[in-house]
């Protein structure tokens, strides 16, 4: 995955976090390792603690995000 598509999809998992979450959770997604820039990121974690309520939302989020980018990619 390119930088800018890691920027943009670390984007559309926070704005779809935000949707669903209706804004309550301080709880966001960022690059893995925690401060890596796009470039150096290997996948996507959480900012802070979660419990089962948060993690759950979460999940989906992230198996929706991912399918549309997915679905998107250009082959080859």
Do not use: H, W
């Not at 709880?27 to 470039?39: I, Y």
């Amino acid at each position: 995955m390119s930088k800018s598509d890691k920027k943009r999809y670390l984007k559309a998992l926070n704005r779809r976090l935000k949707k669903e979450s209706a804004g309550t959770f301080d709880t966001v997604f960022v690059f893995d390792p925690p401060g890596a820039r796009p470039k150096d990121a290997t996948g996507v974690t959480v900012s802070g603690p979660v419990n089962e309520n948060i993690l759950a939302v979460m999940t989906d989020v992230q198996a929706r995000v991912f399918a549309k980018f997915e679905a998107s990619a250009k082959p080859g």
